[in-house]
């Protein structure tokens, strides 16, 4: 896709906070790496003045040099490697900060048509949070950043997205720093509106309700915030849990179908809420919430409770609607319920969106 | 879940009805199917009343013989099915349309919180659809079906939008058939307001450019429709194509990296579009369109075709709102396009929604 | 991908049995589609010899003319589409039954590696299924078609794959007739070995157990077929149901917990298996069978047999594999079941395979 | 789903070794998420001898105490929470070690078929790898765990899978200590075999062919053991390239069809290979390696190089297959690549097994 202008040589800040890794991870590995790219190895340490400036050459004149190299290699047939000779002359050219390599991205556009999100989707990577305790926690996040591109301006400039990506995540995130990579979008980028999105795992660490056997609960996290002069930061957490249903248990002698279920909850607040905070009420909505590791005591009391604790799907988001209309810190939210029945293969599904503002 | 009021016994027009089948399919299946379910069959035509009453009468008193046998089976052990006596005592307790069966739905809640949307989701069927040219096609959808729930309404019935499924389906879908779908189950479930939503695959005969090869094309379709008094109806396409980057063309001596793209376009209109409709507009703002079947010289052509039409993902939106906007038919667009780009493991993303009314 | 050496014009043949639709589609809407495509729809009608010769000559001698298009599009910019004059050219240097089109996948190949498994994946399909009571059913397959290739041959011929395909589709199918389809990638590709996979949604209508509602249930099925001289044939289906835990409910003073759960057998059959007949087998060794509609007597009657049969993931595979012990027609089985415990976030899962010959 | 015999209280070493964060982490959180369970928050504390003994002896006889408080709560309706007296009087009925408390899954069976693998699927867990340059990376991984149950037992203990990986991963992992965590699960469940499964996203750093700036690529990594006396690891890595086509480049006047494709190797061997050694083969096969960030230089660089570097999906399987042929570590291999056609909706796929041994 689309590249940068800038075209300089690696930053050695950048490359120090590119990972979350313990301090003995060395460099040579990441040196090595780069060495191994099959066509580069062949030019390394070969970057001499008189390489470079033949191919400059050959770019500003005829381009005989570099196209006869592709014709010899097309015509070598498809399985023939190019030869280490063209391969060095390639690199050379390629790395060649010649000023005939032409900005696309920054030519002008005359359609008239302003966009309003383009950036990078899906990409994965690795996210530091810091937890409610003040601990840290390490996940992976399916990332997505878009800027608003004006009318007149042809193309955004991708890769400046994953730079931006690869700074501002060497510290350990809390929701309420993501507005300020928002930003930080915005000014690389140099655009007036920018969008941040961050979907990954979170864990809790949960004891059994009886046996107090440890486990750890994962959720689904997503940040999601726009920033065009102020910003707009929206956090959802998703949460397993057991729901049982009441007219199954009202109507039946015995017994009532239960289900795994998955709460969801958007929210927008005013005061920092953390994930842990969410996990909570959102756990409280459903008949019961769901453990890692349940022991037999364990089992016993989450089936009684489930069935003590009867809730159609509406009452999930019923509950949870009332739960954080109490939560002074929250100013908007939209949740759901999705009842992955069993006694049935499709779902039950209800959702409720309330601006307190 | 939660299921009707109406308990009457199965009605034949339904039953139909209810799929897109040959006239050659008996009844006689589904009546063999329904036989071989485990204790239903040991009840066919054992509904003798003196049965029924006896099993009324203990849920009319102290519900002591129906609690006996869960206790008996329980006891029993978990392996060991229940016995057959019970099995038929169960079914026949389970038919009685005994007055005790409380409809705990129809019951008022009063924690005074509407409920935007609640019914079911993700209900795999099979629709049919009727063609530009005339024909018919069947194909499988996901469907979801939402009502909105007063706030004094303890809960929907999650049957009823099953049974609407089975009604309005009998006859082949177009477009312009939707909204009329989505009425259906407001007055079914007694709602003020009801939304429909359908994602399935639609195929499209498509001859390759020179050779003239047939091929089926498969593209994503999704219908998704509002009623509250009156309609609002998006119908969204999403077709593969190829991109072809002009950055990578523009600064490469030979080649230019190209890749598979998802161009989809969600529109309002005020005059019938068909999917073919869409799909033409959709294939023409990409570099080129993508095949089921090339031969050599169709791969020739597609190939160059796309190196003479380069086209960022910011170009295929513009190209798109540009032809969207010409149509006169269309009131309201929301278009994106996702390049799985060729050189990385990320992808490339742009979108644009306009409103020309 | 790589493409076919065989170029003639399209066979009517082919093309009426292409999809699966009624008798009034005609063949217009898919000559328009061709139209539609961009370049293309400037040739139409002009494939006269003068111009065909001329491009050709252009090939056979210094390509100049071509290639000279290709220069002047790429230095028009990259918003300029190509001019309909280079267009048209395009097509017919493409179109040109060249005799200097090499044929590169029958190249011969000295690695002397030969590749197990070669050939199209993720094809999505419509197919017709013969039901068991006589009728038919259309329904969406991702399909894959593979070949041996042995270590002397370049490249297997893609496009032959899609034309077997669309060939062998236009009947409706049956599980007895996949092997045949498998022999005929075998013959068309001119491979020693052939491999056929499908993988789509069945439906079966299906009563609900007490007020006989009609409803349609989803299955997921799969044909595997491998031909090299003889044929061997997997076919899986799998269906959703209902898993009580037996533990639960016995350590439990009310209720036990449940949930969806999803029973798959996959088997090797020396006499013809229906559909039908395996998702008869998979319900009755679960808990209870799921059902599309339930009203309030159905969902009584299954939550109680859901309470009177409860069965560990273990219970069930047992169960099912007895069952399928018994079944004289099945030779080789290997069955599994998926528990979407509702008291955790993880599943529960057991395997059994078994070779009865 | 069933639990363990071993009911006692909470060990603390398995707390401290649960997860992986940094040692300022505290153990009031784990705590304060335990109190905040709904039911249990209000028994903290109240495990007193009075209590615990009422329940247990309303157990060991008639069980009227807690049968009493379900059916007062099932009158209740359906809507309002257990009291919070209630509450307490059930978790003190869990909570009590009841030798009443029967270990269903340890009874015998009498169907006479053993379960080849029974176990905990899709558990989501965070894990921490040694890396290759003495490094570490934590990531989140989805984990199976199944044993083999003998024919006479009737269900294995699904709480121990969670425990032996909450024991497990206490220390990072490395790809040769796999098979000690495989005999760890035979030991916990006391099971003949055992089978551990683990599918991950590797993070490699990697620097730009050209100007060198850092980018973080993600690989999906799978690890598989079966330990039954010995063990057989099998190590599977996945990683995102570039493929651009022969034929394509061959037959057209300019430019030839590229995408992404996805390698994969899954690879036995008898000394330790690294992940980051997996990455460098697989990268070298395919006509271009992908890169998180590229700037324009670096655009140009993989641009030609892979119009240089033309490969069928055959022969990327072949040259992968040549370069673990030469690699005396590796004894077997089963390798794929699947490329996602620019040309088409469908994908290219090979495959190649070989047993070196």
Chains 1, 2, 3, 4 share one sequence.
């Not at 990441?30 to 340490?45: N, P, Q």
């Not at 509106?193 to 059994?208: G, I, M, P, Q, S």
């Not at 609607?321 to 810190?329: C, M, R, V």
Request: proline letters at 4%; hydrophobic letters at 35%.
């Amino acid at each position: 896709m689309n590249t940068d202008r800038s075209q300089s040589a690696p930053e050695a800040q950048e490359a120090t906070t590119l990972m979350p890794t313990r301090p003995n991870q060395s460099e040579s590995h990441a040196v090595s790496k780069a060495r191994s790219g099959s066509l580069a190895s062949s030019r390394t340490g070969s970057r001499t003045a008189s390489l470079t400036g033949s191919v400059k050459s050959s770019r500003g004149g005829s381009a005989v040099g570099a196209r006869s190299v592709g014709n010899m290699v097309k015509k070598a047939g498809t399985r023939v490697a190019a030869s280490s000779a063209a391969a060095a002359q390639l690199a050379e050219s390629a790395s060649s900060n010649s000023p005939a390599m032409k900005d696309v991205q920054s030519a002008s556009d005359n359609r008239n048509i302003a966009i309003d999100r383009v950036g990078v989707k899906d990409v994965t990577y690795p996210i530091r949070l810091r937890t409610k305790d003040g601990g840290e926690q390490t996940t992976v996040a399916s990332i997505n950043m878009y800027v608003a591109l004006p009318h007149h301006q042809k193309g955004t400039h991708m890769s400046r997205f994953l730079e931006v990506l690869n700074d501002e995540t060497s510290e350990p995130l809390t929701p309420d720093r993501i507005p300020a990579i928002t930003r930080a979008i915005c000014e690389r980028l140099n655009a007036e509106e920018a969008h941040f999105e961050a979907e990954f795992t979170y864990f809790v660490r949960k004891l059994a309700p009886i046996s107090k056997r440890p486990g750890l609960m994962d959720y689904r996290v997503k940040f999601a915030c726009t920033a065009n002069g102020k910003e707009d930061f929206i956090m959802s957490v998703a949460a397993p849990a057991t729901s049982l249903c009441p007219c199954s248990k009202e109507i039946s002698e015995f017994g009532a179908h239960n289900q795994r279920c998955r709460i969801e909850a958007a929210v927008r607040f005013k005061e920092m809420v953390w994930i842990e905070d969410l996990v909570e009420i959102l756990e409280k909505a459903a008949s019961c919430p769901v453990y890692a590791v349940l022991k037999r005591p364990d089992e016993k009391f989450v089936t009684e409770q489930a069935y003590l604790n009867p809730k159609f799907v509406e009452d999930i988001v019923r509950d949870l609607a009332l739960a954080l209309e109490g939560e002074k810190k929250i100013e908007w939210f939209s949740i759901n319920s999705e009842n992955f029945e069993s006694i049935h293969s499709h779902n039950a599904y209800a959702q409720i969106t309330r601006d307190k503002r």
